[in-house]
Structure formats: C-alpha cells, structure tokens
T-cell receptor
Framework: GQNIDQPTEMTATEGAIVQINCTYQ??????LFWYQQHAGEAPTFLSY????GLEEKGRFSSFLSRSKGYSYLLLKELQMKDSASYLC??????????FGAGTRLFVKA | EAGVAQSPRYKIIEKRQSVAFWCNPI?????LYWYQQILGQGPKLLIQ????????DSQLPKDRFSAERLKGVDSTLKIQPAKLEDSAVYLC???????????FGNGTRLTVT
C-alpha cells in the first residue's frame, strides 16, 4: 500500500525556524512535492525533490533521503503569513500524486 | 498565465440530489486531476486524465461519481445521487507534464444536507 505520514500540528514563534517532517512508504518513487495550503484556499506548490539532498528556495528548503523514505521542509525566519497547512505529496511511479494529511502550522507572535 | 478555473465556488444540495462541477485547466496542460478534500485531510485523487483519456480512476466511486474531459480541455465531475459523506471541497488541478507540479483551482465547496 501507499502511506505518507506527517505530524498533525506544529506551533512555532515568529522569526524562528521550523522543520516539518514527512515519511513515506510507496510502491515506487518518482519525486516528492511540498505544497502550502492556507485555510479555505487551494494548495500552492513550494518545492520538488527527486534526488537526495537539500533544495533551497529563499526562506524555504526541502530535503530528501530516498533510502530512508524521508523528507523535511524547513521554514526560516517565520512570518505570521506562514500559518497554513503544509502538504507532503509523493509520485510513487506512473501517473499518480498521493498526498499526506498535511501539517497545520501555527505561527505565534 | 490564467490559472485553473472552477465553478461553482459553493454548492449546497440535499442528499440524493445530483450536482456537477466544471473545470477549465491552464491552457496547454495535458494532465487534469480531480481531488476530493475532506476537512482536515489531504486531497484524495478521484480521477486523472491525460488529454481526454482516463489514466487513473481507481478511487472514483463509480456507482455515483462520473467525470469526463471533452476534447482534452474542460472537464466536468458529476455526483448522482449525493450522500452526506460527499460533503467536501472538490479540487481540480492541471499540470503540463507528468512530473510537473500541480496547479490547483480554488475548488468547489460542496455541502450535502
């Protein structure tokens, strides 16, 4: 079967750094995506990893270890507007994209 | 570029009624997806089209849900008859290639009473 696990909720302070973890067990692997979803809005693309290592994009970085079935999203210099759900999604091979349940991040002042 | 367009934004129906949702993907995007997102959960794939052919509909409840993509562009998703558990946001997404990120529309929030 296909399974993607993320923590349900996290809380962090404005200006801090937060790491959101994602572990997956899938029948194959063809890439991992992170999306941001504000309440009542559609998900928007943040990052894509297909090879092991760290991808950096401004305040956001994403890491992948294929051998461990593990990824994390790192958010630096947190801002109040970063309060949202963060969805880990995996392409197990073929055509599908499977989403985890998402991690709700609360940023407090 | 114009984004993925969906309508309606909100719909309230009674159980056993029927409902249809419409999606217009980004121009040139060959792949179109319909996802169901229940409150507090991640999106669940219902059906995926490549041009006008279905490539995955393994999680589509085919006794009540149907979808089509005419001429490989617009798509409609229909539920008939609706059940209470169909209350969710229905997201349409498109992508230009199979390994590209998905571009989502704003979704249709369906409430079944």
């Amino acid at each position: 079967g296909q399974n993607i696990d993320q923590p349900t909720e996290m809380t962090a302070t404005e200006g801090a750094i937060v790491q959101i973890n994602c572990t997956y067990q899938t029948s194959g692997f063809n890439g991992l995506f992170w999306y941001q979803q504000h309440a009542g809005e559609a998900p928007t693309f943040l990052s894509y990893n297909v090879l092991d290592g760290l991808e950096e994009k401004g305040r956001f970085s994403s890491f992948l270890s294929r051998s461990k079935g593990y990824s994390y999203l790192l958010l630096k210099e947190l801002q109040m507007k970063d309060s949202a759900s963060y969805l880990c999604a995996v392409k197990p091979g073929g055509f599908k994209t499977i989403f985890g349940a998402g991690t709700r991040l609360f940023v407090k002042a | 570029e114009a984004g993925v367009a969906q309508s309606p934004r909100y719909k309230i129906i009674e159980k056993r009624q029927s409902v249809a949702f419409w999606c217009n993907p980004i121009s040139g995007h060959a792949t179109l997806y319909w996802y169901q997102q229940i409150l507090g959960q991640g999106p669940k794939l219902l059906i995926q089209f490549q041009n006008n052919g279905v490539v995955d509909d393994s999680q589509l409840p085919k006794d009540r849900f149907s979808a089509e993509r005419l001429k490989g562009v617009d798509s409609t998703l229909k539920i008939q008859p609706a059940k209470l558990e169909d209350s969710a946001v229905y997201l349409c997404a498109s992508s230009p290639a199979l390994n590209s990120p998905l571009h989502f529309g704003n979704g249709t929030r369906l409430t079944v009473t």
